[in-house]
């Protein structure tokens, strides 16, 4: 009986092993062909400055819609996208629709600074810089409308190369965020050696600052180092007005989350930046 017990126990644990690398296989096989039959999409969400209230910025985010997977989780296509390689040319589609986003709100009454998420592959074959150069100089956009996030992941594989690359970019006037700090293997030196312009806490952070005095010490302390370095802070996550409230007090810079905005589209986006009002934010209203 326990035999048989365990036998089951084995073939459903196999199953299901089975199913996953079944489902991973039809989402990448799927994910080949996104590009071509146009299914990505950006969405944007803002970042607002803690002291002023103004908009300082949004961040891109992809959506991918397939006809028969339906909407897909970006924490589960991109890591995806990442180890078939695929992400290299999604990162060039991201790249291209951003920059012309950001060229059209320029001509519009919404000039906001757009931020793209990089990934680690993205800085392998030194062509980023060159990249990002020719989507800005094919739409006539200025450097200081475009910025990019990475994780510290993109410092593990060849930290020489990256530090020369960011570098280069701020250098050039493009803004750059280590995206969910605390989260990686966050060691101390590459904060020191790498040239950043904002860190942004992960928002596992922020979602227990009210509730943990351990972890409100914790980024009263990442912010007291980043400003220390002349980095600007960012809180990712921010879901209720006591978090904004304790972010104040600890003086983070800026602010990103559900309270005050959730990405969507362009033009949605654009609509919210019409009837947002400083004065509310400032008085504590969250948006
Ligand atoms: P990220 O760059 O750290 O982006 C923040 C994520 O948190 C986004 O998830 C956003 O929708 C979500 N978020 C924002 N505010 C809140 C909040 O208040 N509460 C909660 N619970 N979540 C919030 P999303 O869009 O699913 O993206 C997940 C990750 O996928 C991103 O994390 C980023 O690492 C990656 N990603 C997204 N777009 C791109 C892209 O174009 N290229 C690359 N390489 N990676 C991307
Ligand atoms: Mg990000
Ligand atoms: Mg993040
Ligand atoms: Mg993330």
Request: aromatic share 8%; net charge negative.
């Amino acid at each position: 009986q326990a035999k048989e017990r365990g036998h089951n126990v084995c073939s459903y644990f196999s199953e299901e092993l089975h199913q996953k690398r079944r489902s991973r296989y039809l989402i990448a096989a799927q994910l080949h062909h996104a590009l071509e039959r146009n299914e990505f999409s950006l969405v944007y969400q803002p970042k607002i400055s803690l002291t002023t209230g103004e908009v300082v910025g949004a961040e891109a985010l992809l959506r991918w819609h397939n006809a028969e997977l339906g909407a897909v989780p970006a924490d589960l296509f991109i890591p995806l996208a990442e180890d078939t390689g695929l992400i290299n040319e999604i990162g060039d589609w991201v790249l291209e629709e951003a920059v012309a986003q950001a060229k059209t709100w320029c001509e519009s009454g919404c000039a906001t600074p757009i931020a793209i998420n990089l990934s680690a592959r993205q800085f392998q074959d030194g062509s980023i810089l060159q990249r990002i150069e020719n989507a800005l100089s094919g739409h006539g956009l200025d450097s200081r409308w475009l910025s990019v996030e990475l994780t510290e992941t993109c410092f593990l594989a060849n930290a020489e190369q990256t530090a020369d690359t960011l570098l280069a970019l701020r250098e050039r006037g493009v803004g750059v965020s280590i995206d969910d700090f605390g989260t990686g293997f966050s060691s101390l030196s590459y904060i020191r050696t790498m040239s950043l312009d904002h860190l942004k806490i992960d928002r596992s952070f922020i979602s227990s600052i009210t509730g943990s005095n351990r972890d409100r010490q914790l980024v009263s302390a990442i912010i007291a180092m980043s400003q220390a370095l002349g980095l600007s802070v960012v809180a990712e996550g921010v879901e209720t007005h006591e978090q904004l409230e304790v972010l104040r007090e600890l003086g983070c810079d800026q602010v990103q989350g559900y309270l005050i905005c959730r990405p969507q589209r362009a033009d949605d986006f654009v609509s919210w930046y019409e009837q947002y009002s400083i004065t509310s934010f400032l008085n504590g209203a969250g948006a």
